[in-house]
């Protein structure tokens, strides 16, 4: 929109000023046809084109082009933080269209929608309660920055699309969110993504105040013990199976010598019997 209007404004200035030099080219050949007296006084008079349309135009098209420089338009969203000579202004201009001061003021757009931040590249190393060694891959955190704060956070927050959340918090909410788990629950999803979820905005809450970012998600798409662990756990697995073989060996040997002792009991009756 600002560029359709700037352009326009730089057209009819074009024309403007092309229309104003044929009109000076055609009243230097009547004045001179006017000194040489082959046009009357009166002729030279009416035949004689004014400049009043063309300054009018020119007036208009460097309206236009400054007007292109004097509002933005928002888009449903986004927010604006408007600068003054790079002084950040306390209030966020709402989406839609707005008005600035041309070529003083600038307006930066915030964007006010659902965002991931995916962690893909680096591993979150952590504990359980019962200090079990634990690591988390694919995490990915949906954020929201709150409109009203949008203003603040431009103006105190370095680099703020990159920075706003940051690696090492999430990994630290989550690695306080896994010690508070038993093994068998670090790896349940519907316990782990709530509790990191959690601790995550109440690290976000502490850093920047409540009600400025808003998680809305957490997923963890991966959360694997070290080898050390999973060795212990395939002990565990295998000594609970040979007890429950072992069991069953030991009740089919008690069952048997229960048949043995009937038969044999059977056989002394009848023995008594003759």
């Known amino acids: 929109m600002n560029l359709f209007v700037g352009i326009l404004g730089v057209v009819v200035i074009a024309a403007a000023v092309a229309l104003g030099g044929i009109k000076s080219v055609g009243n230097n050949k009547l004045k001179k046809m006017f000194e040489k007296k082959k046009v009357t006084e009166e002729e030279y008079r009416r035949k004689n084109?004014?400049?009043v349309g063309n300054v009018i135009g020119v007036i208009f098209g460097v309206s236009l082009f400054i007007l292109s420089f004097s509002f933005v338009i928002i888009p449903t969203g986004y927010s604006g933080v408007k600068t003054t000579f790079g002084q950040?202004?306390?209030n966020t201009m709402p989406n839609g269209f707005n008005f600035k001061l041309p070529f003083v003021q600038k307006v930066e757009k915030v964007n006010n929608k659902q965002q991931d931040i995916i962690f893909s590249k680096n591993k979150v190393s952590s504990e359980t309660s019962e200090r079990n060694t634990v690591i988390f891959s694919?995490?990915?955190v949906t954020y929201q920055i709150n409109p009203e704060k949008s203003a603040w956070i431009f103006a105190n927050v370095s680099d703020y699309e990159n920075n706003l959340?940051?690696?090492s918090l999430v990994a630290s909410a989550i690695k306080t969110s896994s010690k508070l788990l038993t093994p068998t629950d670090v790896t349940n999803r519907s316990i782990l993504e709530p509790k990191a979820q959690e601790n995550i905005q109440k690290s976000l809450d502490e850093k920047y105040g409540a009600g400025v970012i808003q998680v809305n998600k957490v997923v963890i798409n991966g959360a694997e013990f070290d080898k050390e662990y999973d060795d212990k756990i395939a002990k565990k697995q295998q000594a609970q199976m040979d007890y429950e073989k072992q069991q069953i060996e030991n009740k089919k040997n008690i069952e048997k010598a229960e048949a043995d002792a009937?038969?044999?009991s059977a056989g002394a009756g009848r023995s008594r019997r003759r």
């Open 138 to 140: 694919g995490i990915t």
């Open 165 to 167: 959340v940051s690696e």
């Open 88 to 90: 950040v202004s306390q």
């Open 262 to 264: 009937k038969v044999k």
């Open 49 to 51: 084109k004014r400049y």
